[in-house]
């Protein structure tokens, strides 16, 4: 069961009552998802590109999605985005958050017509923009596709310490194009030996508010 959840910024979020967590920041929802992934993540990365592709570990209720969609929209920038999600909400929980309010109205209504499509097979939102979610473990997921960027927006380690094992990260990892970008809220000493160890240079930034630091890794060149 997950509840309608008002965090610190105005924004809500969603607490899932099984695995006893949040789905973002109570410090605030939207401030996080575009301090972590948009700002630190999608505008790092996407700088002077034509064309990003995204991998999100955890699409949940899409705002990293609908940020990122608004942004690359509005700067020409051609979206391919897959995320990855073990259990799906449905389209009616994720019109109860209200995020509507935070994208324009052609944004809401692209991402959420085409939702429920998405988890079966990729869809053209607009001629640039592609949204895929795989209804899956990220532990069974598998792809030859290497990508500019993963998101990595798993529950904490407190609370779903398989999503932060060493294998795990690797297998994150070893989705990324050379060159290409992991970035996620979280950082521990763990996390940043499992990250330098597939050869990644790692960068702890400020973290959204409430949190002191988070972590951006860029893979090697090869
Ligand atoms: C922190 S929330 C993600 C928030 C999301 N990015 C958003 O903007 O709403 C974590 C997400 O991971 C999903 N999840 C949990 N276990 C998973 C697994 N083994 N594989 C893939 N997704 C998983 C949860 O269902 C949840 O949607």
């Known amino acids: 069961m997950n509840i309608i959840t008002l965090t610190a910024d105005g924004s809500n979020t969603l607490y899932n009552e099984t695995i006893g967590e949040h789905y973002h920041s109570k410090h605030g929802a939207l401030q996080e998802s575009k301090h972590v992934f948009i700002e630190a993540g999608l505008k790092f990365t996407a700088a002077d590109q034509a064309e990003i592709s995204v991998l999100e570990v955890g699409f949940g209720t899409g705002l990293n999605f609908i940020l990122s969609f608004e942004y690359c929209e509005a700067n020409n920038i051609n979206l391919h985005y897959t995320s990855i999600e073990a259990f799906p909400l449905t389209s009616e929980v994720i019109e109860q958050t209200a995020y509507s309010a935070y994208v324009p109205e052609v944004i809401w209504s692209d991402f959420i017509t085409n939702y429920n499509n998405a988890l079966k097979a990729a869809q053209k939102l607009t001629?640039?923009?592609?949204?895929?979610?795989?209804?899956?473990?990220?532990?069974?997921?598998?792809?030859?596709?290497?990508?500019?960027?993963?998101?990595?927006?798993?529950?904490?380690?407190?609370?779903?310490?398989?999503?932060?094992?060493?294998?795990?990260?690797?297998?994150?990892?070893?989705?990324?194009?050379?060159?290409?970008?992991?970035?996620?809220?979280?950082?521990?000493?763990?996390?940043k030996r499992a990250v330098k160890a597939c050869g990644f240079t790692i960068e702890k930034l400020p973290g959204a508010p409430g949190k002191r630091e988070m972590l951006r890794a860029i893979k090697a060149e090869v």
Request: proline share 5%; with cysteine.
């Open 127 to 191: 001629p640039h923009c592609t949204l895929e979610i795989r209804h899956t473990t990220f532990a069974e997921y598998q792809n030859e596709q290497k990508f500019d960027i993963i998101y990595y927006d798993a529950f904490s380690v407190q609370h779903q310490p398989e999503m932060w094992s060493d294998e795990i990260i690797a297998h994150a990892c070893s989705f990324l194009k050379p060159g290409g970008t992991f970035v996620t809220y979280a950082i521990t000493g763990k996390l």
